[in-house]
């Protein structure tokens, strides 16, 4: 797995309460003649969202991709990843490998962390858009 950090939601990021990732990214311009990004031919571009510290606290913890046409987010469309209970939020553990949606129509992206629960002291996530996911792990 290679991680770019022009293409990281979020690197080493703390969530402590419902947030944003730190980081948005540009899809780039979108197509005239599609009306969608075009990111070529072949496999689908991989997203991986990795616990890299262990959480406490909450009950559950949600991931939703965000995606808008301008960086104001109000959003225009949000696609949920995945809702993760506090027993599998470990350190190591990938929890969303979805591949970014096809016909993708919207510039930005970014993910959204809701948090369930009582609010966490500790717990980090990295995500972003990789050219492959480890996959010599068990995946939530």
């Known amino acids: 797995m290679i991680l770019d950090t022009q293409a990281l ?46 959480f406490n606290n909450l009950t559950s913890l949600q991931i939703d991709l965000e995606l808008d046409s301008t960086t104001t987010f109000t ?3 949000v696609i949920p990843l995945a809702t993760v209970p506090l027993a599998q939020l470990k ?4 929890i969303a490998r979805d591949g970014l949606p096809r016909g993708l129509t919207l510039q930005y992206g970014r993910l959204k962390y809701t948090v369930t629960g009582t609010a966490p002291t500790t ?13 010599n792990g068990v995946a939530i």
């Open 91 to 94: 350190a190591g553990s990938q």
């Open 9 to 54: 939601f979020s690197d080493a990021q703390p969530v402590t309460a419902t947030a944003a990732s730190t980081n948005t990214i540009d899809f780039g311009p979108i197509s005239p003649a599609t009306k969608n990004f075009d990111v070529g031919k072949g496999d689908d571009v991989a997203l991986l969202v990795q616990v890299v510290e262990d």
């Open 75 to 77: 959003p225009d469309r």
């Open 123 to 135: 717990g980090k996530i990295t995500a972003g858009v990789v050219a492959g996911v480890q996959s």
